[in-house]
């Protein structure tokens, strides 16, 4: 008796002690510090972050708004007297057009709209809505409920005496239709019809633009071979899925040509689909009753491919030809479009024009396997098809626009065939005359040609020592390969804007972690003058704090991983966190923010729950690295990105003690959404919570191009000379089985670009192998989550925070939308 009552006076003693012994709160989810950083509240703090500039035709002035928390200005710049200075008085202009059209109007708050230079550049001209109600023009039903529109004021101003005046008999011109396709001299506009090419001329284009169903507007028929799925110019168009199938074929589309400078030729790519397969969605929630949509989508490995054919026009003789590009099986076409002029970007007008001269255009072939690709050109008048240059690889090929110099007698060619992406000048015969550019770092893009000093201006990233690889800046650089220079130095992320001329540009900087700035620079990296910074003062004050840059190694312990850290913005460092890995996996891009960015839904916002949030690259990720590094992952499309994405915590958790490895979480979104499964799968004991949006879970039922592209198709040709292409890869509900944490998947219910089929094999594995997990379905939603895209948010918030936190305290209403709309509606009364 008396061991007994030692043991219970021992026992009681134990719980009163732990009675007054604090017991670590359990960890909740910051909902309320989540909301404050909506997309719809972030636009109320962040304004401008770069300076656009509006390069006119007369001089190489710019124009550009500026918006900040406390007002908005429209400048203008003159780089060559070093002045910026405002186009006009706000407070002044504000009073004019109030006294012009009764509504007030102060400095803060000038809703102009459309401001456009006048042709001599002495005035500008801009629109501004009023409170007016009047009946619509264009009417029939004046008495129809929606025939009141609010009444739109156009005004000009003139720039010398200060004076604004109301334009009262202007006729605003109309935006150039998406069907319109106009001749660059304007006088005639091709477009597609019921599957084939028809034209009409500038009077009766006018009547179109005032009147779609003008019945006495005149068309010609320029084709009339194209049926259903082997047509001239737009096949067919979402809405053939809704009503009347013949009358939504007899609508004017878009008809997909390139004309020649002097507009007597077109040339266009027209495409046989007819044997390839159909797939469907189903929209659920069509009114009044659901809807199959049905399109053509060719699967990776299957052998109806479209068929491509180039057919060029001419217009003048209203015939046309079908020219002999083939070389390929199962070959892809691309006409080059000729690069569109800084100066005209305000043009109401901007004719599409190909890539060369009136006599010849350039296009390029690709085989189906992508590892061969031909850049030509094509003498219109012989049909004569000639190689400029070729590309060959092991693996597959990437192609960028050439530039041309002296209407093509020389070509600029972009090129990754040293395993770095650089610039070689060609001759009109197909030679190499020289490489303009070497060394170990990656070219992007041409930005000008000054063909008179013979002076490459382009972009690139990964040359400057010290700096973030990914960073981009401009460079300019002698054809010859001599007098390589950095135009805009400074360890940031640079996008520039160059003039024609090229004289002058303007460079938006910034990074991860600063504000984003603007300065004006002259075409030989000399500043002439510091344009903005953005305003974050709102942003600041209500919390936010920048997040932090890192590198790791990649599991091979040698290849440097470029990332970025989010944490809490109450964040405290004697805390534990769980960590989340925001992933998409390439090899088009990664994605890692390096700049500033205001959108924060899939980062920085999922941090305020109580998340340490990482953005990491892998190998086999972003094409800005070496070839090497972006096609690692060739041939091993599901797996090839995991144990970088596993290494980068695990060093992350070993520097930083806040991390608590035990509770690693991982999402993403299309290519992210079936990584974040795939990590899941692969490594299950690692990775416990993931949530994956719309992912393309099964290659062999995603599109042919980024499959057989990323992943590798054989070609194999027999010794007849038959070819057929065979096409194998891993999928994630082959593993569905490894799952032992929490899974929630998520798609729209009418994604034509990765087909909810993906998402619902998966789920078919998972029940198969007796597996608990989630399913999310967004109703009436593409590939991007649209107007749910909020609400899809919170619950990715929930399950995060339920499985990572062990916070299961949140009603079935989401509180933090609700208060959203309660506002609104306070606003609106």
């Keep these: 008796m008396k061991h007994f009552y030692l043991s219970a006076l021992a026992v009681l003693c134990i719980m009163q002690a732990k009675a007054q012994t604090p017991v670590a709160a359990q960890a909740k989810g910051n909902y309320q510090l989540a909301s404050k950083f909506s997309a719809d509240k972030i636009k109320k703090m962040v304004f401008s ?6 390069w006119l035709k007369l001089s190489n002035r710019f124009w550009y708004v500026y918006e900040t928390s406390e007002n908005k200005n429209w400048y203008i710049v003159d780089p060559a007297v070093h002045s910026k200075k405002k186009i006009f008085d706000n407070d002044k202009l504000a009073a004019a057009i109030t006294v012009i059209v009764k509504d007030p109007f102060d400095a803060q708050h000038l809703p102009i709209q459309n401001l456009k230079f006048t042709k001599d550049e002495k005035s500008i001209q801009f629109e501004l809505v009023s409170t007016i109600d009047q009946i619509k023009k264009d009417r029939k039903d004046k008495k129809a409920a929606d025939s009141l529109e609010k009444k739109t004021f156009y005004f000009i101003y003139n720039l010398e005496n200060g004076k604004l005046a109301e334009l009262k008999d202007y006729v605003k011109v109309k935006p150039k239709p998406v069907w319109a396709s106009i001749a660059p001299d304007s006088s005639a506009v ?21 009147g779609e169903n003008d019945s006495t507007i005149v068309e010609h028929q320029l084709t ?21 199938k013949a009358k939504n074929r007899k609508k004017r589309r878009p008809a997909g040509i390139v004309w020649s400078p002097d507009s007597r030729h077109f040339a266009m790519e027209r495409v046989d689909e007819r044997k390839v397969k159909d797939l469907w969605v189903i929209n659920s929630i069509a009114d009044p009753r ?51 002029l800084a100066k005209n970007r305000d043009d109401e007008f ?28 094509v003498d219109i008048n012989t049909g004569v098809v000639n190689v400029q240059a070729q590309e060959r690889l092991n693996t597959y090929v990437e192609i960028a626009t050439p530039g041309l110099i002296n209407g093509g007698k020389e070509l600029v060619e972009w090129s990754e065939r040293d395993g770095w992406a650089h610039f070689y000048l060609y001759d009109d015969k197909g030679n190499v005359k020289n490489q303009i550019t070497s060394g170990s770092f990656h070219c992007d893009d041409i930005v000008k040609i000054d063909e008179k000093a013979r002076v490459l201006y382009f972009t690139a990233s990964g040359r400057e020592p010290g700096e973030n690889p990914y ?3 401009l460079y300019r650089v002698n054809l010859d390969g001599s007098g390589l220079k950095l135009l805009d130095a400074g360890n940031f992320n640079h996008t520039a804007s160059m003039n024609d001329a090229p004289s002058y540009f303007v460079d938006n900087y910034s990074r991860v972690n600063t504000a984003p700035k603007s300065a004006l620079f002259d075409n030989s990296g000399r500043k002439i003058m510091d344009l903005e910074t953005t305003d974050l003062g709102n942003l600041m004050a209500a919390g936010y704090k920048f997040p932090e840059p890192f590198k790791v190694k990649a599991d091979d312990g040698r290849t440097d991983l470029y990332g970025v850290m989010y944490k809490p913005y109450d964040f405290d460092p004697n805390k534990k966190y769980p960590i989340i890995e925001y992933v998409y996996p390439g090899p088009q891009t990664e994605a890692v923010n390096f700049s500033f960015t205001s959108s924060m839904n899939y980062v920085d916002r999922l941090a305020q729950l109580g998340f340490i949030v990482v953005s990491v690259g892998n190998r086999g990720g972003s094409p800005e690295r070496s070839k090497w590094y972006h096609n690692y992952g060739y041939g091993n499309l599901r797996d090839y990105g995991l144990a970088d994405k596993k290494a980068a915590v695990e060093q992350l958790a070993d520097r930083f003690p806040f991390i608590d490895i035990t509770k690693v979480g991982i999402t993403g979104h299309s290519g992210g959404g079936f990584m974040s499964c795939a990590a899941m799968l692969v490594y299950p004991d690692f990775f416990k919570v993931a949530v994956s949006e719309s992912g393309n879970h099964d290659n062999s039922v995603y599109n042919r191009w980024w499959s057989e592209k990323h992943n ?10 038959d070819t057929t292409f065979q096409y194998t890869i891993d999928k994630n509900p082959d593993i569905a089985k490894n799952l032992k944490g929490n899974l929630m998947l998520s798609t729209g219910d009418i994604d034509n670009n990765v087909n909810p089929a993906n998402t619902i094999r998966v789920i078919n594995a998972l029940i198969k192998a007796n597996k608990r997990f989630e399913y999310v379905l967004l109703p009436g939603q593409r590939h991007a989550y649209g107007d749910m895209t909020e609400y899809f948010f919170w619950r990715k918030a929930d399950y995060f925070v339920q499985h990572l936190l062990g916070d299961y305290s949140q009603p079935v209403d989401i509180l933090e939308m609700d208060r959203e709309i309660e506002m609104n509606g306070k606003r609106g009364r």
């Design 49 to 54: 972050q770069s300076v656009d500039a509006h």
């Design 190 to 210: 091709v477009f597609s019809k019921n599957f084939n090419l028809w034209w009409m001329d500038k009077e009766n284009y006018k009547k179109a633009i005032k």
């Design 224 to 244: 009339k071979e194209g049926i259903e799925f082997y047509s001239f110019g737009a096949g067919r168009s979402d809405d053939d899925d809704n009503g009347d």
């Design 290 to 340: 659901p809807t199959l949509e049905t399109y053509k989508y060719h699967l990776p490995g299957e052998k109806e491919s479209p068929l491509n054919e180039m057919v060029l026009f001419d217009f003048t003789a209203k015939t046309y030809k079908k020219l002999n590009t083939a070389l390929f099986k199962d070959e892809d076409l691309g006409i080059w479009g000729a690069p569109q």
């Design 350 to 377: 901007r004719p599409s024009v190909w890539l060369g001269t009136n006599s010849k255009f350039y296009f390029y072939r690709t085989s189906r396997d992508l590892k061969r690709i031909d850049v030509c050109s």
């Design 471 to 473: 960073y981009t800046h």
């Design 712 to 721: 590798g198709v054989k070609e194999v040709v027999t010794a007849k000379g």
